[in-house]
């Protein structure tokens, strides 16, 4: 099945397209958190960062570092959210790759502050050994 960003990429869907090259397509979302509010989707679809290559992954990142320091310079932003959703457990909602640039101001009060669990040290630990690799 098509996606949307698919769509856009052949230009069968509008866009407010901020930036393009031969890998990524850079569009302001539909459905900002905030004025500026950018995607960077790669050309050739992958559903995740799990199924990307690594050079395009890298590829991403730095345009995207590119698009928030424009979005501190051009709209005032005293920082950004590099945000991508893995998964639809972790809020994925297009099966395509893309990451959120997401500029933001002080005081803004748009993400939640997240809520932490009370571990133990020896919790964190046990954990850790799990997870080395």
């Known amino acids: 099945m098509t996606t949307i960003f698919e769509k856009i990429i052949a230009r069968e869907v509008p866009a407010d397209i901020i ?7 850079v569009f302001l979302d539909i459905k900002p958190v905030h004025l500026g509010h950018a995607l960077v989707v790669p ?7 799990f199924d990307g290559d690594s050079e395009v992954l890298a590829h991403m990142m730095k345009v ?11 709209l005032g932003a005293h920082g950004v959210n590099f945000i ?17 640039v997401i500029p933001r101001f002080m005081g ?19 954990v ?4 080395q690799m």
């Open 108 to 126: 803004d009060k748009v993400f939640t502050p997240p809520t932490h669990e009370n571990l133990t040290p020896e919790e964190i630990t046990a």
């Open 64 to 74: 995207a570092t590119q698009v928030g320091q424009r979005q501190q310079t051009v």
């Open 19 to 25: 930036y393009e090259d031969d890998t990524v397509l």
């Open 84 to 100: 991508m959703n893995n998964g639809a457990a972790a809020g994925q909602e297009v099966f395509h790759a893309h990451l959120h």
């Open 128 to 131: 850790a050994a799990r997870l």
């Open 43 to 49: 050309k050739v679809p992958f559903v995740n960062i």
